[in-house]
């Protein structure tokens, strides 16, 4: 077999050689350019090495595989399911693309090419990597007891990496014996996620143990009651099952983006800043949390390490919907110059928001947080509450209304334009309509609560719709039979349990239309990216 292998690997080496130099005669007129010899090869579950790597005669093991691939090129898996028991699982080290030519690892049908684990290993795998995509791919693991290594299990684990990206991925069944998450990212930097969906997870969907610079773009997370097991990791969110669907431990210059936690998860996003690691300057833009645990939270926390550096600071949450959450819509603890503008807060039962302190994790002991046309309604507690130990805060052009206590503290010089009236918003849950009171009834002529309607990119708010104009639809990949497909707990009809263009909140008028010439959408109004 590892003559098989040398030889194969002599005639992709032969094969590039005769490229290069007939690449080389045909640009050598061209002054200062250097042929980049793009190849794509395919890879099957019942390929062979000893193949030539195309379509009809794929290669078979991703240990074979990777190892031929330079910048530029691209591996496509073909339909199937890629297990120890034939193609081995793909391990990544050292390898690199450039920003000019990445490497590219994609499904041939997407979703239809199925990275599976037995729980003691994790289905994708990378160190010391950078200028990688990934598209389409399935990836799951197993409950498995003869792993007790933290992190084993999971779908997807890169670390000391940087310029990832991953597109359109379907991830589900972490394994619930370990600390593991469906998709881990250790010291990455400057990479994005994008359009990927996520289910059936003990402990969070993505999780970024530190991370800078990233982008996690469109994603949807339901764990589906994946729940603790006897024997296995607990998982202090509860038996229910479901931690965050992404969760910065910590992260800074971090941007979550037009994303969605459904049902049993813990919350959208968290922040969990300790140590020496910064938790600053992350924006989180065109959230939604539907029926989680919480709905968002940026906290302290309690752990060793220099107190002042273990807080979160100059974080931003802009256009913001927490939906009948089980304890609180949002929740800040221990933060510096924390904003929260557009803000829409509905049907929690404990509060809509709530800012206070950690006595364990005091940071530096300096707290300051910021909310500007924000809207909290029919809370089962305040709509708005900041603790007394909070220094520095302020409410400005908010709407508070059929909460237990609409504001807490209930008056002072901290607040400034604000309302407790019907905002008569009815069935909408992501956006304003227009017959509503909040209309241009905030800062500016700004709107009063959230309006998540079109997409930001990279933290910018685009004209371009977010939700399909004709259908209403969420953005979303493939559809695979009995996992993303289940109706009422998955990404392609969580529009309609969001009232999306249904039950009585119909888009706003020209929605999507575009200009008379049909070429561009129209542009928002009375939005702001933050």
Same mark, same amino acid.
């Given at each position: 077999?590892?003559?098989?292998?040398?030889?194969?690997? +002599?005639?992709?080496?032969?094969?590039?050689?005769?490229?290069?130099?007939?690449?080389?005669?045909?640009?050598?007129?061209?002054?200062?350019?250097e042929p980049v010899l793009a190849t794509t090869y395919f890879i099957s579950p019942t390929g062979n090495d000893s193949n030539t790597g195309t379509q009809t005669s794929p290669w078979k093991t991703f240990r074979f595989a990777i190892f031929q691939l330079v910048p530029g090129d691209t591996l496509i898996l073909l339909d199937g399911t890629?297990?120890?028991?034939?193609?081995?699982?793909?391990?990544?080290?050292?390898?690199?693309?450039?920003?000019?030519?990445?490497?590219?690892?994609?499904?041939?049908?997407?979703?239809?090419?199925?990275?599976h684990n037995d729980g003691t290993k994790v289905s994708v795998s990378g160190t010391n990597c950078s200028y990688l995509i990934f598209e389409g791919l399935q990836a799951s693991g197993i409950d498995n007891p003869d792993s007790r290594i933290a992190g084993t299990g999971g779908a997807f684990d890169f670390r000391n990496s940087h310029h990832?990206?991953?597109?359109?991925?379907?991830?589900?069944?972490?394994?619930?014996?370990?600390?593991?998450?469906? &998709?881990?990212?250790? +010291?990455?930097?400057?990479?994005?996620?994008?359009?990927?969906?996520?289910?059936?997870?003990?402990?969070?969907?993505?999780?970024?143990?530190?991370?800078?610079?990233?982008?996690?773009?469109?994603?949807?997370?339901?764990?589906?009651?994946?729940?603790?097991?006897?024997?296995?990791?607990?998982?202090?969110?509860?038996?229910?099952?479901?931690?965050?669907?992404?969760?910065?431990?910590?992260?800074?210059?971090?941007?979550?983006?037009?994303?969605?936690?459904?049902?049993?998860?813990?919350?959208?996003?968290?922040?969990?800043?300790?140590?020496?690691?910064?938790?600053?300057?992350? +924006?989180?833009?065109?959230?939604?949390?539907?029926?989680?645990?919480?709905?968002?939270?940026?906290?302290?926390?309690?752990?060793?390490?220099?107190?002042?550096?273990?807080?979160?600071?100059?974080?931003?949450?802009?256009?913001?919907?927490?939906?009948?959450?089980?304890?609180?819509?949002?929740?800040?603890?221990?933060?510096?110059?924390?904003?929260?503008?557009?803000?829409?807060?509905?049907?929690?039962?404990?509060?809509? &928001?709530?800012?206070?302190?950690?006595?364990?994790?005091?940071?530096?002991?300096?707290?300051?947080?910021?909310?500007?046309?924000?809207?909290?309604?029919?809370?089962?507690?305040?709509?708005?509450?900041?603790?007394?130990?909070?220094?520095?805060?302020?409410?400005?052009?908010?709407?508070?209304?059929?909460?237990r206590l609409n504001y807490v503290p209930s008056s002072g010089e901290n607040y400034e334009v604000n309302k407790s009236v019907d905002p008569a918003i009815g069935t909408c849950r992501a956006w304003i309509p227009d017959r509503s009171p909040m209309k241009g009834a905030g800062t500016n002529g700004e709107d009063i609560g959230a309006n998540?309607?079109?997409?930001?990119?990279?933290?910018?708010?685009?004209?371009?719709?977010?939700?399909?104009?004709?259908?209403?639809?969420?953005?979303?990949?493939?559809?695979?039979?009995?996992?993303?497909?289940?109706?009422?707990?998955?990404?392609?009809?969580?529009?309609?349990?969001?009232?999306?263009?249904?039950?009585?909140?119909?888009?706003?008028?020209?929605?999507?239309?575009?200009?008379?010439?049909?070429?561009?959408?129209?542009?928002?109004?009375?939005?702001?990216?933050?």
């Amino acid at each position: 077999m590892r003559k098989q292998h040398i030889e194969s690997s +002599r005639l992709v080496i032969m094969s590039r050689i005769c490229k290069a130099f007939t690449g080389f005669i045909i640009l050598g007129l061209v002054a200062g350019i250097e042929p980049v010899l793009a190849t794509t090869y395919f890879i099957s579950p019942t390929g062979n090495d000893s193949n030539t790597g195309t379509q009809t005669s794929p290669w078979k093991t991703f240990r074979f595989a990777i190892f031929q691939l330079v910048p530029g090129d691209t591996l496509i898996l073909l339909d199937g399911t890629y297990d120890n028991s034939n193609s081995g699982l793909p391990i990544f080290k050292n390898i690199n693309g450039t920003a000019e030519n990445p490497i590219t690892i994609k499904a041939l049908n997407e979703r239809q090419a199925h990275i599976h684990n037995d729980g003691t290993k994790v289905s994708v795998s990378g160190t010391n990597c950078s200028y990688l995509i990934f598209e389409g791919l399935q990836a799951s693991g197993i409950d498995n007891p003869d792993s007790r290594i933290a992190g084993t299990g999971g779908a997807f684990d890169f670390r000391n990496s940087h310029h990832l990206t991953f597109k359109r991925l379907l991830l589900h069944h972490n394994n619930r014996y370990n600390n593991s998450h469906l &998709l881990t990212l250790i +010291r990455v930097t400057d990479s994005l996620v994008e359009e990927s969906e996520f289910y059936y997870f003990h402990r969070h969907a993505v999780m970024t143990k530190p991370g800078s610079h990233n982008t996690f773009r469109r994603l949807y997370c339901h764990s589906r009651g994946y729940g603790n097991i006897p024997g296995g990791y607990q998982n202090w969110h509860g038996p229910q099952g479901g931690a965050v669907c992404v969760s910065l431990y910590p992260g800074d210059n971090t941007i979550v983006e037009n994303s969605v936690a459904d049902a049993t998860t813990s919350s959208i996003f968290d922040i969990q800043a300790s140590g020496p690691t910064p938790a600053d300057n992350n +924006r989180f833009l065109g959230n939604i949390s539907l029926n989680t645990e919480y709905g968002a939270v940026i906290k302290a926390r309690p752990e060793p390490g220099p107190t002042a550096l273990g807080m979160p600071k100059n974080n931003t949450v802009t256009n913001f919907v927490a939906i009948g959450v089980e304890k609180v819509g949002i929740y800040f603890r221990g933060v510096r110059n924390q904003r929260c503008d557009h803000c829409m807060l509905l049907n929690n039962p404990i509060a809509g &928001l709530l800012v206070d302190v950690e006595a364990v994790a005091p940071g530096d002991g300096s707290y300051s947080f910021f909310l500007e046309n924000s809207l909290s309604l029919s809370n089962g507690g305040p709509g708005f509450k900041i603790a007394q130990e909070v220094q520095t805060w302020s409410i400005a052009h908010a709407n508070s209304f059929k909460n237990r206590l609409n504001y807490v503290p209930s008056s002072g010089e901290n607040y400034e334009v604000n309302k407790s009236v019907d905002p008569a918003i009815g069935t909408c849950r992501a956006w304003i309509p227009d017959r509503s009171p909040m209309k241009g009834a905030g800062t500016n002529g700004e709107d009063i609560g959230a309006n998540i309607l079109y997409r930001y990119q990279d933290g910018i708010l685009s004209d371009v719709p977010l939700w399909n104009p004709s259908t209403g639809e969420f953005p979303h990949g493939a559809l695979v039979k009995g996992l993303n497909d289940v109706a009422g707990q998955s990404l392609f009809d969580v529009h309609k349990r969001l009232n999306v263009n249904s039950n009585g909140c119909t888009f706003p008028v020209d929605y999507g239309k575009g200009d008379p010439d049909g070429k561009s959408p129209a542009k928002p109004t009375g939005l702001r990216a933050s």
